[in-house]
Nanobody, 114 residues
Framework: QVQLVESGGGLVQSGGSLILSCAAS????????TDWYRQAPGKQRELVATITSGGITNYADSVKGRFIISRDIAKKTVYLRMNNLKPEDTAVYYCRLPGAGGSWGQGTQVTVST
């Protein structure tokens, strides 16, 4: 139903910042909440941030104070601003809309060097 494409990943130094984007094929973010997940090699997939259709946000303890989830409804995009990145943040990052089928996209790779 809704196609999601993650982008914005790359290679950054510790302490650097990235902004990830989750672009939707149609306007959905005023209707459905959005989750950002990540999965590091050899580890379980981890929920890192959520935003509800009403704009309420929540974060995993591991990223609280460093990551900010936001949305631009007109641009049909949800963002994850990642500040003060650490090597432990290295993972493939995925967005997901649980209320719109909950399917997974290809993700975007974030690599943080020491």
């Amino acid at each position: 139903q809704v196609q999601l494409v993650e982008s914005g990943g790359g290679l950054v130094q510790s302490g650097g910042s990235l902004i990830l984007s989750c672009a939707a094929s149609r306007s959905v973010f005023s209707i459905y909440g959005t989750d950002w997940y990540r999965q590091a090699p050899g580890k379980q997939r981890e929920l890192v941030a959520t935003i509800t259709s009403g704009g309420i946000t929540n974060y995993a303890d591991s990223v609280k104070g460093r990551f900010i989830i936001s949305r631009d409804i007109a641009k049909k995009t949800v963002y994850l601003r990642m500040n003060n990145l650490k090597p432990e943040d290295t993972a493939v990052y995925y967005c997901r809309l649980p209320g719109a089928g909950g399917s997974w996209g290809q993700g975007t790779q974030v690599t943080v060097s020491t």
